[in-house]
C-alpha cells in the first residue's frame, strides 16, 4: 500500500511516520503533487500556524492538489483546521473542504488554553472509529478547534462542544494526535488504512 504523508514544512511529521511503521506502515512523505495524486491513502499531518501554513500550501500549488483528491484522505490537528471555511488563526480562508470554521477557545478561569493532554471523544461515529469505544480518550494540543456542524462525526467538551473529527466523502479529520493516543489512535489510523 503507497501512503502518502504530505510534507509542508509543519513540524510534528516524524511521530507521525513512526505510528505508521508501527502498525506495519511504511509512508513515503513528499510535497510532489504527482507523488500525493498517485498514493492510495493521504495524510496530512501539522503542528503549527494556520496563515503561514496555508500561504506555504498555495505558494506550492498543494491547496488545490488536496482538494482534488479522490483517494482517502486524513488530516490531523492542524491539518483538520486547515481543511475547515476558515480560521480565527491569523484570520485566514482554508481549503474549505468543511464548512466549519475554526475559532480561538474562549478565556476561562478554569481550564488552561491551549488544551493539552487527555480528553474523552463523544458521539463517535464513522469507519474511523470502528471497535473504539465511546468515550474513549485521546491525545490533544491546541488553541483552536473546529465548530460543530453536519460533518461532525465525534465531540470533545473542553470550555466548549468541539469537533474531535470531521469526514465528508473520502476527506476524514481528526483533530487529536492518533500518533500520541495510546490503542485508541492507533485504531483510528488502522481504521483510515483499512478504508
Same mark, same amino acid.
Given at each position: 500500500m503507497n501512503v502518502v504523508v504530505i510534507r509542508y514544512g509543519a513540524g510534528n511529521i516524524q511521530s507521525v511516520l513512526f505510528a505508521l511503521r508501527r502498525i506495519g506502515i511504511n509512508p #513515503? =512523505? %513528499?510535497?510532489?503533487?504527482?507523488?500525493?495524486? !498517485?498514493a492510495d491513502k493521504v495524510i496530512f499531518p501539522? /503542528?503549527?500556524? *494556520? %496563515?503561514?501554513?496555508?500561504?506555504? =500550501? !498555495?505558494? %506550492?500549488? =498543494?491547496?488545490? /492538489?488536496?482538494k482534488e483528491l479522490k483517494q482517502p484522505f486524513l488530516g490531523i490537528c492542524l491539518g483538520l483546521q486547515l481543511m475547515c471555511k476558515h480560521s480565527e488563526e491569523g484570520d485566514v480562508d482554508c481549503l474549505g473542504i468543511?464548512? =466549519? !470554521?475554526v475559532k480561538k477557545f474562549a478565556p476561562s478561569s #478554569?481550564? !488552561?488554553?491551549?488544551?493539552?493532554?487527555?480528553n474523552n471523544i463523544e458521539q463517535s461515529e464513522g469507519p474511523l472509529f470502528k471497535g473504539i469505544p465511546e468515550n474513549s480518550y485521546v491525545y490533544y494540543v491546541h488553541s483552536f478547534h *473546529?465548530?460543530?456542524g453536519k460533518e461532525t462525526c465525534a465531540k470533545t467538551n473542553y470550555i466548549n462542544p468541539f469537533s *474531535?473529527?470531521? %469526514?465528508k466523502d473520502n476527506f476524514y479529520a481528526v483533530q487529536f494526535h492518533p500518533e500520541k493516543s495510546g490503542t485508541t489512535g492507533e485504531t483510528t489510523l488502522q481504521n483510515f488504512i483499512s478504508l
Open positions: #513515503v =512523505l %513528499s510535497s510532489e503533487p504527482e507523488v500525493i495524486s !498517485k501539522g /503542528v503549527g500556524e *494556520a %496563515s503561514s501554513t496555508m500561504k506555504e =500550501l !498555495k505558494s %506550492s500549488g =498543494l491547496d488545490t /492538489v488536496i468543511f464548512n =466549519l !470554521k #478554569v481550564y !488552561k488554553v491551549p488544551h493539552v493532554g487527555w *473546529a465548530e460543530i *474531535a473529527s470531521l %469526514s
